[in-house]
Each structure stands twice: as C-alpha cells, then as structure tokens.
C-alpha cells in the first residue's frame, strides 16, 4: 500500500498543473473568478490561476455573421413584406457580454428584427422595394446606439430579401412580360426596317451598276463605231481619192447585192480594181 501514496501525489500535482494553467488566442479574451467573483481579464497567452479557487470564462471576440428570421413587416401604406437580414457583430466588452446578459446573440438578433420593424412601418412599400441600402443604414446607426453602450459593435447590417405581397408580385411578373413583349416586338420592327433599308440601297446599287454598264457598252459600241468610220474613210482617201464616183457605185452595189450569192461585174468596175491592186 505504500506504493500508492506516491502515485496519487505524483496524479495530484499533474492535475494541479493543469489545472494551473490557461491559454488564450489572440482572438479570445478570458474573464477571471476567484471564488466567483470578477478579479480581471486575462488576454492572448498563458496564464497560471489558483486551481479550484479561480475559474476563466473565455469570450470569442471575433467577427460574427447571423441572419435574423425572416418576418412579415407593415408598412406606412398596409403592404406586407417579408423580410430578413444579415447582422455582422462583434463583441467589445467581454466582462459586460458575460454578467449583463445571457444569450448575446439572440439577444442582437430579436433587436434587429424590432429596429426593422419599426422602420418599415414608417416607410411605403415603394419605399422600401426600392431604397434598400437607406434601410441598412438607418438599421445600422439605430441598433449600435443602442449596443455600444454595453458590449457590441454592429458593423454591418444587409437587408437580405425583401419579398412583396402576392398579388403585386403577380402583378409586377405581368407588368415585365408585357415589357418584354414590348422589347421584342420593337428589336422585331428595327431590324425589319434596317432590312427594308438595306434592300432598298442594295436594288439602288444594283441599278446604278446596270446604268453605269450600260453606259459604258453603248461608249465601248460609239468608239468601235467611231474607229470603223475612221479606217472606212481612210481606205476611201488611200483607194478611191480620184474615184469618189465609183465609190459610192459600189456601195451601192454592195448593199443592192448583199442578199445574192453570185455578182455580175462590169468592164469598168474590173478595171478599176486592177488599178487598185496595182497600185498597192
């Protein structure tokens, strides 16, 4: 039996040392009894208390984010909406967050829901639809007047949904298909009438193509016409200087004879076709 003796002092003392001890991290702060009353508030690190005698409760005091439940609010004009928000809180005062109150959060929670309500009541629903972040703001100044004075700071508040009433949604799901009716039937009309405008220009290009054509067939027909009388009429200055009588015989003669296979020639036309060859 004298074995156990050193063994449970030995248990003891490693009992005694942990209980001894404390640790706190940066972002928790510890409220320190003794015989359960408040002696001081102990910070990040370790620390020795008084075991059995002295108790450490810790505080979070980082940043923390809840949304408050979603609630059925009236507004100035008897419209009920349904809303909820986001709070982003943190605690300054860890000694007041643990003696002045039991459940913190909760308690910011129901705060929040009642500074809403109190609000929205005094605004109309167009109001509220469409001033949300005016909302917010006054949320936000009212409540941390409220819990600055004790422990927490609201650094945040973010109206998260704002739902109308039925009838309106129904109405405003109405009033945006017909929108988008209306939005459709005008991209509709625009682009038949850039269509219309695009055709009209492409038939005017069209005909100003087949003008500027024509015109420079009937010129490229003139110039050929106009280089067909010029070697015509050089031919009858070169050939037929001192015959200009004959000349126009022939002419004649060629168009009276054009239809007929076979030509009869007089003697004189025969001689004067020998002195043009000739004189080539």
């Not at 050929?224 to 200055?237: D, G, Y």
């Not at 050939?239 to 239809?259: C, G, H, I, M, P």
Request: charged share 25%; proline share 2%; glycine share 2%.
């Amino acid at each position: 039996m004298n074995y156990l003796l050193p063994i449970f002092l030995i248990v003891f003392a490693i009992v005694v040392i942990i209980k001894s001890l404390v640790r706190i991290t940066p972002s928790e702060k510890g409220v320190k009894e003794r015989l359960s009353s408040y002696v001081g508030t102990l910070t990040s690190g370790w620390h020795f208390i008084i075991p059995f005698i002295d108790t450490v409760k810790i505080v979070d005091m980082r940043e923390r984010v809840f949304n408050t439940q979603s609630q059925e609010m009236i507004t100035s004009d008897n419209a009920v909406v349904t809303i909820d928000a986001i709070v982003f809180t943190q605690i300054t005062d860890p000694v007041k967050v643990t003696y002045e109150i039991q459940e913190p959060m909760m308690a910011v929670s129901n705060l929040s829901s009642t500074t809403l309500r109190a609000i929205i009541g005094t605004m109309s629903l167009d109001e509220v639809l469409g001033e949300r972040a005016k909302i917010n703001t006054t949320v936000q100044i009212e409540i941390s007047q409220e819990t600055a004075k004790r422990w927490l700071q609201i650094s945040k508040i973010e109206v998260q949904r704002i739902d109308p009433p039925q009838d309106l949604m129904d109405a405003m799901n109405k009033q945006k298909i017909a929108q988008q009716l209306k939005r459709a039937k005008m991209l509709e009309a625009e682009w038949l009438k850039e269509a219309a405008i695009r055709e009209a220009e492409w038939i005017k290009e069209k005909q100003i193509l087949e003008a500027v054509w024509q015109a420079q067939a009937i010129e490229t027909v003139a110039q050929a016409r106009a280089k067909a009388l010029e070697l015509e009429s050089n031919a009858a200055v070169t050939y037929f200087k001192d015959n200009a009588v004959l000349k126009e015989q022939l002419v004649t003669l060629e168009r009276a004879l054009s239809k007929n296979t076979k030509f009869v020639l007089s003697t004189d036309v025969m001689e004067l076709l020998n002195g043009i060859l000739k004189k080539k």
